[in-house]
Every structure is written in C-alpha cells, then in structure tokens.
C-alpha cells in the first residue's frame, strides 16, 4: 500500500540526511563566479548564456549519499531535469524541459531555485485549495507546465525528481523558506493592471530583447549548448500552469532574463512582454474550473473564465 504523499518528502529529507552522514561528502562542482555569495549555495543571478550548464552541486559528479538505491534516484532525477522529454517521455506532452523554468538544473539564484525548497512541505497553496506535498507539486508541473500527465506517486520518475530536489535541500533549514525562494516578483506596487497592459508595446520588447534566443515564431532557436523552450503554440505550457499568470511570468522574466544580460528590463517592460507571451494561443487545461475553490481567481490569469461574485468569494 504507498505511503501518504504528505511524508513522501519528509521520508526523502531524512533517508538522504541519514545516508549522508554515513560517509564523507566527494568533492562537489562549484560556482566559480566571483558574485557567488558563500552562505547562498546557487549560482548567481547575474550569470549569463555561458553559464547556462554551470551547477553548485552535481550529482554525477559526486556529492551523493551512501545508499546506493537512493543515490540511483537522485541522479535520475537531475537528468530528467535536464533533459525532461528523454527521461520522463511518457509524462510529458510539449517541448519543454524542468530546467526551462528552474535554471541552472534549480540552482540559480533569481532563476526559480529550488535548493532547500523540500525542507518547506507540506505547505498550504491557494490554487489547490489545501495542504499540498512536494511530490503534489512536481505532479502539478508535469501536468501544467510540461502539459502532461502526473506521475503516479509511486513511479520512478517521480520518486526521482523528489530525491533529487530533497539532495538539493540537505543541509538546509527544515520548516523554514529559504531566502532565495519567491524573489521572482514584480513588487506589487510596480504591478500594471493587466488591462492596461499594452500587449503591442509587448511585442516591441519581445522584437528587440527576447527574439534572439526565443526565435519569431517563439519556438526557440537552436543555439548548440541550449535551446530555449517554446513560449507559446501546442508545444509550450498549457493555460493552467503558473507562466500563463502574467504576474509570475513578469517576475520570472524581469530577474532572469534576458540570458545575456539578466535583470536588465525594467518592471513595466517585463510584463508587458509577458502580457504579449500570454496572449499567444496555448493549451487548455481541462481541470481550470476545480482551481482556486476557496479564494478568488487573481487578476492576472488571464485565461481563466471571470467567475460570479459569489463563487468568487465561496470559502
């Protein structure tokens, strides 16, 4: 009979800090940037397009715990990190990869890091209305983001992508978010209404910025080390996932891009060009109407049918 999904994350948080106190750590890859703060294990913000396959810690490289069963895991989980659609295929539905939108295999600062993240479920989260676990979260990403199927949660796949998140976490603060986390935001007094967004404007930023990398057709441009995921059409994350929000997209898009110079557009161009990104066609998620049930749909996702007043103030 599986276990709850509520432990699965306590269990992995524990197994890794028991088997890696069972022998000393192998030397691990560091950041080399001179900007790499000691006391933040991630690589830095400022990084650039040549860093895009630099990592603080490699698990191919050393660094895993001593039980060979959970170290299998924790490598199988940073390659389906990297490459999603090679690892984890029969989840998968368009062509983009984990490292798309968590950087730097997540272990860039400002670039939806998850290093110690594990260490802060079961946590309470507004669009699924109750308590959710780590591995609840991967399932939401592969079905939304990855417009997929949510591994079952005894699969491989995703018992991987867990322990490799939690390897991630060890060492840090259990039941408290790290620092890094949620610095990806537009401060809410810089946030635009989204109707008063000039998607044109959008364009303009996207023509001149984004348009390199990202290509015309927003597919993604062949670059040889990388190839950007698509930001739009049947092959880019479905209408249910957190980039469609224009806000989280805006906030994701202000810090981390663009890749030569990151950090370098200003809050009003960021969401402009994630308004214009998230008034492309995409797919539909089939589950929108069950999300949020017990608060109001925000403002700035936008394709989620307005609800009554009523149903948006049920709960």
Known sequence: MPRSPAFLAAGWLLALAACSSSRPRAPEQRATRADSAASVPLVPATATLNDVGTVVRDPERGGLPADSMVAARVVQGYRIFRQTGRYAARYVGNG????NCHLNAGQRDRGMPLVG???????????????????????????????????????PQLLAVAAYVAWLSDGQAVGRSPEWRGRNVIPKTAQVPVAQLDTAAGRGVYNRVCVGCHGTDGQGVDMGTVRPGPLWGPRSWNDGAGMARVY?????????????????LTDREAQEVAAYINAQPRPAFAHKAEDYPSSAIPPDAVYYPKRPAAAAAKG
Do not use: K, Q
């Open 96 to 99: 983009l990869t984990c490292g």
């Open 117 to 155: 993240v594990a260490a802060v479920f079961p946590e309470y989260r507004a669009r699924s209305g109750r308590l959710i676990s780590l591995e609840d979260r991967i399932r939401d990403c592969f079905e939304r983001s990855m417009n997929g199927t949510a591994p079952p949660y005894d699969s």
């Open 248 to 264: 989280t997209a805006a906030g994701f898009i202000r810090h981390a891009m663009p890749l030569s110079a990151p950090g370098s």
